[in-house]
């Protein structure tokens, strides 16, 4: 009589976790649905800007520093030069992520630089100098 009750016990326990695991994938999956549907309705009458026959990347690049300029950065990367622009919402990190401004960067640092290229100009949003 007591093994009948404890595996009618742990059958039910059993049907009640299984019950209840697909209660919550239905769940999930009906939230993944509502974002979505969320996303699309914000895009829905927006257009989203022409680039004009140019190409924008959003691209990150590996490079030394060439030269120095008051809010620009000329670098070499794969035998090329690029011209890396800076704005007030460039972020500037060292290679331990600290913060670091703008004067520490020199001639010669090798530098990660994430951004939007635009032909051979980079509008960074970060910079990372990795010989500091």
Request: net charge positive.
């Amino acid at each position: 009589m007591k093994n009948k009750m404890r595996n009618a016990i742990a059958i039910s326990g059993m049907a009640l976790m299984l019950g209840t695991s697909g209660m919550a994938l239905d769940a999930s999956a009906n939230t993944l649905e509502r974002q979505n549907f969320r996303h699309e309705r914000n895009l829905k009458g927006k257009t989203l800007p022409k680039n004009n026959g140019v190409q924008r990347h959003r691209k990150g690049l590996t490079g030394i520093i060439s030269s120095v300029s008051t809010d620009s950065l000329t670098i070499s990367y794969s035998s090329k030069d690029f011209t890396v622009t800076t704005t007030k919402a460039t972020r500037l990190f060292n290679k331990t992520w600290q913060n670091i401004e703008f004067s520490a960067l020199q001639p010669g640092d090798k530098i990660v630089i994430h951004g939007i290229l635009t032909d051979n100009t980079l509008a960074a949003r970060t910079i990372r100098d990795l010989s500091n």
